[in-house]
């Protein structure tokens, strides 16, 4: 008998999607086929799970007509909703959706079954376990231990890494820096400013150093990482992959560290306005340095490089 279909609103930002994915997986293993409703970047990102994934409308009455759209197409009439949005609830209503969600922005008299935040969220609960108590709520199971799952890439998107690489000229073993992050938090910039002395410093010891700038951000990487090859942009799969074969990733607590994280790539992750407890990567191989009060120094993220790169070879 094939599972029961579950529409899922996935959560908005790149970095949030993928700390959704050990509920989703739990989800997928508790009986359920997720029906996923997201980002454009969301289509090509979790095409390998094979999950069907939606590109979200714009716009509430395009959203609404969406909603409606699929539950005739899959036939259900439930949704559970990963975004916190008094926006997504309101869609789900009048599309006739009986949602769940947590109960946060005032939308719970939109939502079929409003859940409570978790106790934990105000101190150290980490965002994968935020999204991970939904999904137990939702099964009707208790919170657990959220294992470290793999983020599943296509072969297409390994064959246009292998291509882009290839293009460039660039061939393993290759260091990737990703010195962007959107937008600022709580007013403050959320990039550590350091990463062209980093680019520097790694190829002065022979290192390759490659990045791939997302949408508007070539000219920043450019400046940001003199010397180093500029990738052309690429859909996040395609990232996803290039990050996977690297030899080390270095990044702001950033959607580019997320992915990194979850495709299993040795990882420095750089900290200075976001928290640790809350956001630091989803995985064993990662290192973190900084803190919520500030950005590390140069010396610090040198020397967790350095001490990185050696265990990066043991691959």
Same mark, same amino acid.
């Given at each position: 008998m094939?599972?029961?279909?579950?529409?899922?609103?996935?959560?908005?930002?790149?970095?949030?999607?993928?700390?959704?994915?050990?509920?989703l997986?739990?989800?997928?293993?508790?009986?359920?086929?997720?029906?996923?409703?997201?980002?454009?970047?969301?289509v090509?990102?979790?095409?390998?799970?094979?999950?069907?994934?939606h590109a979200?409308a714009?716009?509430?009455p395009?959203?609404?007509a969406?909603?409606r759209?699929?539950?005739?197409?899959?036939?259900?009439?439930?949704?559970l909703?990963?975004?916190?949005?008094?926006?997504s609830a309101?869609?789900?209503?009048?599309?006739?959706l009986? #949602?769940?969600?947590? /109960? =946060?922005?005032?939308? &719970? @008299?939109?939502?079929?079954?409003?859940?409570p +935040?978790? *106790?934990?969220? !105000?101190?150290?609960?980490h965002?994968?376990?935020y999204?991970d108590?939904?999904?137990?709520a939702?099964?009707?199971e208790?919170q657990?231990?959220?294992?470290?799952?793999?983020?599943?890439?296509?072969?297409?998107a390994?064959?246009?890494?292998?291509?882009?690489?290839?293009?460039a000229?660039?061939?393993?073993?290759?260091?990737?820096?990703?010195?962007?992050?959107?937008?600022?938090?709580?007013?403050?910039?959320?990039?550590?400013?350091?990463?062209?002395?980093?680019?520097?410093?790694?190829?002065?010891?022979?290192?390759?150093?490659?990045?791939?700038?997302?949408?508007?951000?070539?000219?920043?990487?450019?400046q #940001?990482l003199?010397? /180093? =090859?500029?990738?052309? &942009? @690429?859909d996040?799969?395609?990232?996803?992959a +290039?990050? *996977?074969?690297? !030899?080390?990733?270095v990044?702001?607590?950033?959607?580019?560290s997320?992915?990194a994280a979850?495709?299993?790539?040795?990882?420095?992750t750089?900290?200075?306005?976001?928290?640790?407890?809350?956001?630091?990567p989803?995985?064993?191989?990662a290192?973190?340095?900084g803190?919520?009060?500030g950005w590390?120094?140069?010396?610090?993220?040198?020397a967790?490089?350095?001490a990185a790169?050696?265990?990066a070879?043991l691959?």
């Open positions: 094939p599972s029961p279909p579950l529409l899922i609103r996935l959560p908005n930002h790149l970095g949030d999607a993928l700390m959704a994915l050990p509920a997986t739990r989800i997928a293993d508790g009986g359920w086929q997720p029906v996923l409703v997201g980002r454009a970047w969301a090509p990102l979790l095409a390998a799970h094979r999950w069907p994934v979200a714009t716009g509430l395009r959203e609404i969406q909603w759209r699929l539950r005739a197409q899959v036939g259900v009439d439930r949704a909703l990963f975004t916190n949005s008094l926006r309101l869609a789900a209503r009048l599309s006739g009986a #949602a769940t969600g947590y /109960a =946060t922005e005032g939308r &719970q @008299a939109l939502l079929d079954r409003a859940l +935040l978790p *106790a934990r969220w !105000r101190g150290d609960m965002t994968v376990e999204y108590a939904l999904a137990a939702w099964l009707g208790p657990r231990q959220v294992p470290v799952v793999s983020l599943e890439i296509e072969a297409r390994q064959a246009a890494a292998r291509e882009l690489l290839a293009r000229g660039v061939a393993a073993p290759y260091v990737v820096l990703c010195p962007g992050a959107t937008g600022r938090h709580r007013g403050r910039d959320k990039t550590w400013s350091g990463f062209d002395r980093l680019s520097a410093w790694l190829r002065a010891r022979g290192e390759r150093v490659v990045a791939l700038p997302g949408p508007g951000e070539r000219a920043r990487f450019e #940001a003199p010397g /180093a =090859t500029i990738l052309p &942009q @690429a996040v799969a395609t990232f996803g +290039l990050l *996977a074969a690297s !030899r080390l990733v990044a702001n607590d950033s959607g580019p997320h992915l979850f495709v299993g790539a040795p990882l420095v750089l900290f200075g306005v976001t928290s640790v407890a809350k956001t630091r989803w995985s064993t191989r290192t973190v340095v803190s919520q009060s590390p120094s140069f010396d610090e993220v040198v967790a490089v350095a790169l050696p265990a070879d691959r």
